[in-house]
């Protein structure tokens, strides 16, 4: 069964934009965090934003503070991650995530992960 689904991905060039989407089941939007993720190669995986799904309270990785904006739509029950004034550094195999915990215990460990799309910025 799939639970959560991105979309979106795609190379850009520097200082470009780009919207991922992440489609959730009605199990995954009823957890109480659900973020972005990111791994470049040959790196660890990193959490780039990060939402309480009830209160929209947002959490940003200080590489993409001021640049990124995570966000939802309930009625479609989807996640957004909104990238502007894209870097070559943000490359990388973004996922989505949900987890029934705190987005701070759910730490780089969340339950549920989609199967991830691909952002390329190019110098």
């Known amino acids: 069964q799939v639970q959560l689904v991105e979309s979106g991905g795609g190379s850009v060039q520097a200082g470009g934009s780009l919207r991922l989407s992440c489609a959730a089941s009605?199990?995954?939007?009823?957890?109480?965090?659900m973020g972005w993720f990111r791994q470049a190669p040959g790196k660890e995986r990193e959490g780039v934003a990060s939402m309480i799904t009830d209160v929209g309270t947002t959490y940003y990785a200080d590489s993409v503070k001021g640049r990124f904006t995570i966000s939802q739509d309930n009625a479609k029950k989807t996640l957004y991650l909104q990238m502007d004034s894209l870097k070559p550094e943000d490359t990388g195999m973004y996922y989505c995530?949900?987890?029934?915990?705190?987005?701070?215990?759910?730490?780089?460990?969340?339950?549920?992960w989609g199967q991830g799309t691909q952002v390329t910025v190019s110098s």
């Open positions: 995530a949900a987890d029934f915990r705190h987005c701070q215990e759910a730490g780089n460990s969340f339950s549920y």
């Open positions: 009605r199990y995954t939007w009823s957890t109480y965090c």
